[in-house]
């Protein structure tokens, strides 16, 4: 059974930066590919970024230039690195990862970009 768990998330000020952590265990295998999602009030949620096992990323137009999505040294691991924060980035953020057909979720960490 795979499990995802995630770290980060919080308070900050518009134009400042967050990191969201992300790790993925249960497996041996390196998983295909990880991502960061997020769900506004009263929106769907959305990609924000992925990467695959090779380091190919895609972003969100909306976060193109701002946000960077990355796999850390450890198996199954990726990072968020948010700069320059807007108030139109608050939401709860979600850590996604498919393993043999299945999507698994971690729990939403929530991001509010507030003055």
């Known amino acids: 059974q795979v499990q995802v768990v995630t770290s980060g998330g919080g308070l900050v000020q518009p134009g400042e930066s967050l990191t969201l952590s992300c790790a993925a265990s249960?497996?041996?295998?390196?998983?295909?590919?990880m991502g960061w999602y997020r769900q506004a009030p009263g929106k769907q949620r959305e990609l924000v970024a992925r990467i695959t096992s090779s380091g190919r990323t895609n972003y969100a137009d909306s976060v193109k230039g701002r946000f960077t999505i990355s796999r850390g040294n450890a198996k199954n691991t990726v990072y968020l690195q948010m700069n320059n924060l807007k108030p139109e980035d608050t939401a709860v953020y979600y850590c996604?990862?498919?393993?043999?057909?299945?999507?698994?979720w971690g729990r939403g960490t929530q991001v509010t970009v507030s003055s």
């Open positions: 996604n990862t498919n393993f043999a057909g299945t999507d698994y």
């Open positions: 249960g497996t041996t295998f390196v998983v295909y590919a």
